[in-house]
């Protein structure tokens, strides 16, 4: 057995994957004499041989990884110069740009594909241009290091005082260049009043923070981290509002941020809770730190503690502005949050609402049981109305068994505002009608509620007068109801609750019914149909979707109502399979948002077209652009399930929105249809014949059907025929048609 079998098994793999050095070795030892071959073997020559080859593969293993280091090593000085927070710039001899790290980007305010090959010059303001060209030649000519200060403008016209370091660069082959660093100076001021306001403030005996002009605390002191019982790590990063643990709302720290911003400086009580649960009180005050140049930089907040000071008044201010059973805040206290409130709203723009409640038949409560046992209702009832409203909201105790609620910054729009105050009171009726336990009796209590919604035009006055008003609407309508103070709100409202309860019955009347409207190709032969849904109301007449399709969606009514309209649609289209005049007619079913996202959609298509025995390739379904964009990848692979049963997708009132083109190459529609709205406007419309020529050459690339709805003239049909519409539906063809109108319609064709 020779030595190089003693060689591990993968060094045997390794060694004969490089045969030349043995090749080499034998044909060295074929050209020496036999009287000089050395008394070694061959073999142990070979095993020298492979003995090499293993050290040279290991020296080669040592070069790669030094080359990958070498790499990693140039990858993370690229990353430094790039985002380094220093500028860098590299200028050519003309003092042109050639190289530009993303700091230099932001401090030019220019991208880097518009800094390259652009002069410097043009960042230096025109009493500076003298100094940087004199500079730039002095680099030149003396290849050395050369240094200056200079004043910049940005992209915005701002202008920053910087200093250059520059250094002159020349390689062999390659032009000279000058590596230049420029360096804020203003930061440097900065640093240095940071140094100087750290230094007063560690040696404070007051608690300091130091915040960011956003009130994002950059540094604290030991006495702040002694008062608040935070630790630095625990502040630094936040805002006050974040470390105020629950004591105060949102509205309380937005006025601080409005008064800083308005005056540059504010002071009140801070009521906070501490880790280990106690409650202090401090004195915050809050002052900007400027500088000339940029403004703004800090923001200064010293606190102390008088919370031993507050003891006995805090005591009085509690029985002063508290109601004593509930805990709530009492009349006087309300009318005061109330100005506030109405403050906060001329500065937001936005709609709040106040809530006039009053506990029906509470008198007989406390007459028949007590009035402990009154007591205890009134108290669970504070709790509970405390859980229903925002941690900001104000929920006060008027006395006996009135209650009072305050919420602001319910949208700027009053339909919203309303809407979303009729929601809560729908939550305070469901919350208060869970039934109580007051000293084993179980009791029900009812509520009427009034409603007033205020905005910048109101004052304190009006809001109480109007929910008070509202409260009494509320009980004159039988109590445990509700009512807004504004008549044509509460007008409205009635009208809503209305046809809600109207809507609910019209699938068990069998009021609804499907209308079909031609869609015609550009001989004008009908192929195919758009079904849409008609109310027949029974007082106020047919009805059109858009008056009742989106109480619809908000009631959750459209999910029984969409399961009829498919299951219709399918049956027409299996019914009509025996009607020669719309044998082979496409029709299409507009698909709701709510409808789509629900789980078993694919399930529900499936089983009705089993169910009707309807052709699935004869069926359509039309999506909207935002159904689409709320969940890309759910709807495309929904799409993708329903399209293997044979089923068709169009997207409807297309270039409405904000639909990306990008993404219609993704998604698997079948058809796109033009909305009417650019329709209305052809042939005269440039604006709008550019977006349908568009849209038409996009179809025709994607290779989908474009139709074009609301086709009016004949102008218009030429127009659309001109530029390669598939597809046309519209008054000029014919209206949404009943069934029997429709195939009427089909048969004069």
């Known amino acids: 057995m020779t030595r190089a079998l003693f060689l591990p098994l993968h060094l045997q793999r390794r060694s004969r994957t490089l045969p ?41 293993e040592t070069l790669r990884e030094a080359q990958a280091c070498l790499e990693e090593s140039r990858d993370r000085f690229r990353d430094y110069y790039q985002f380094a927070p220093v500028t860098y710039l590299t200028l050519g001899e003309k003092g042109l740009i050639t190289e530009v790290n993303v700091t230099g980007t932001v401090l030019l305010g220019t991208i880097r594909g518009k800094l390259l090959r652009q002069p410097f010059a043009r960042f230096v303001t025109p009493e500076d241009a003298d100094r940087w060209h004199l500079h730039l030649v002095g680099v030149l000519k003396n290849k050395g290091k050369q240094d200056c200060e200079l004043v910049l403008q940005g992209g915005e016209g701002g202008r920053v005082r910087v200093r250059l370091d520059s250094q002159y660069l020349e ?17 440097y001021e900065q640093a240095e009043d940071e140094l100087r306001m750290a230094a007063i403030a560690f040696n404070s005996q007051n608690g300091v923070m130091i915040t960011d002009p956003g009130l994002v605390i950059l540094r604290v002191n030991p006495a702040f981290t002694r008062l608040t019982g935070l630790s630095a790590t625990e502040s630094i990063g936040q805002t006050p509002g974040q470390l105020n643990l629950g004591r105060h709302g949102p509205q309380f720290y937005q006025r601080m941020r409005d008064t800083l911003k308005e005056s540059g400086y504010w002071q009140g009580e801070i009521w906070s809770q501490r880790k280990n649960g106690q409650l202090h ?50 009349r006087r206290l309300l009318q005061d949050r109330l100005g506030q409130a109405l403050a906060a709203a001329v500065r937001s723009g936005q709609y709040g609402a106040i809530f006039f409640i009053d ?12 009035h402990d046992v009154g007591d205890l209702l009134l108290i669970e009832v504070a709790q509970r109305l405390r859980a229903v409203v925002r941690g900001g909201d104000t929920v006060s105790r008027q006395g006996g068994d009135e209650f009072v609620l305050l919420l602001e910054d319910l949208g700027a729009a009053l339909d919203e505002a309303a809407a979303l105050a009729r929601q809560l009171g729908d939550k305070l009726y469901e919350t208060l009608e869970q039934p109580f336990t007051l000293n084993g009796y179980e009791y029900h209590c009812k509520l009427s509620i009034g409603i007033g919604l205020f905005d910048r035009r109101n004052t304190v006055e009006d809001l109480i007068k109007n929910a008070d008003l509202a409260l009494y609407q509320a009980k004159r309508a039988g109590r445990n109801t509700l009512r807004f103070f504004d008549p044509a709100m ?32 550009a001989a004008c032969r009908p192929v195919g149909a758009e079904a849409s849904l008609r109310w027949q109301h029974p007082e106020g007449g047919p009805m059109l979707p858009g008056e009742f399709i989106p109480l619809a969606e908000d009631t959750g009514l459209i999910l029984p109502i969409g399961l009829w309209g ?33 789980n078993d959609f694919v399930a529900d298509v499936k089983a009705v077209l089993h169910a009707s025995r309807a052709n699935p390739a004869r069926l359509t379904l039309e999506l909207t652009e935002g159904l689409v964009l709320e969940d890309v990848q759910g709807t ?39 909305d ?18 568009t849209i038409l050459t996009l179809g025709q690339g994607l290779d989908m059907k474009v139709i074009a709805e609301g086709v009016e003239s004949e102008a218009q049909l030429r127009f659309l025929d001109r530029h390669g519409c598939h597809g046309y539906q519209g008054p000029y063809f014919s209206q949404p048609l009943s069934p029997e109108e429709f195939e009427g319609f089909v048969q004069r064709d």
């Not at 260049?177 to 100076?185: A, G, K, P, Q, S």
């Not at 506990?359 to 007590?370: I, P, S």
């Not at 692979?637 to 993404?663: D, N």
């Open 490 to 521: 509460q007008a409205a409202m009635d009208r809503r609750a209305v046809m809600e309860t109207d809507l609910r019955q019209a699938l068990q009347l069998k009021q609804f019914q499907l209308y079909y409207q031609a869609q015609v190709d």
């Open 566 to 598: 498919l299951e219709t649609v399918c049956a027409q289209i299996k019914a009509w399979e025996s009607e020669e005049c719309a044998f082979g007619l496409q029709v299409s079913l507009n698909v709701s948002s709510r409808q789509f996202r629900q």
């Open 359 to 370: 506990l029906d038949n509470f008198k007989a409560l406390n007459d028949t049981r007590g």
């Open 636 to 674: 495309i692979e929904k799409m993708q399930a329903i399209k293997a049963l044979g089923v068709r997708f169009a997207l409807g009132a297309y270039g409405t929105g904000s639909f990306p083109l990008s993404l219609l190459s993704r998604i698997p529609f079948d058809q796109v249809k033009i």
């Open 281 to 330: 009180v401090e004195m915050l005050n809050i002052a900007a730190a400027n500088t000339a140049d940029l403004g703004i930089t800090h923001y200064i907040g010293t606190l102390t503690d008088i919370t031993s000071d507050r003891t006995n008044e805090s005591e009085l201010h509690r029985l002063a502005y508290y109601d004593p059973l509930t805990r709530l805040p009492n």
């Open 171 to 187: 390689e062999e082959g390659a032009p000279p260049t000058v590596r230049v660093m420029l360096t804020e100076l203003g930061k």
């Open 676 to 693: 009417r709205s650019f329709v209305a406007n052809l042939p005269e419309g440039n604006e709008d014949a550019a977006i349908v020529r």
């Open 20 to 60: 030349f050095c043995g090749g080499a070795a034998e044909a060295i030892l074929a050209r020496t004499p036999p009287d000089q071959t050395p008394a070694r073997s061959v073999d142990e020559l070979l095993y020298e041989v492979q003995v090499h080859q293993i050290e040279l593969e290991m020296q080669n």
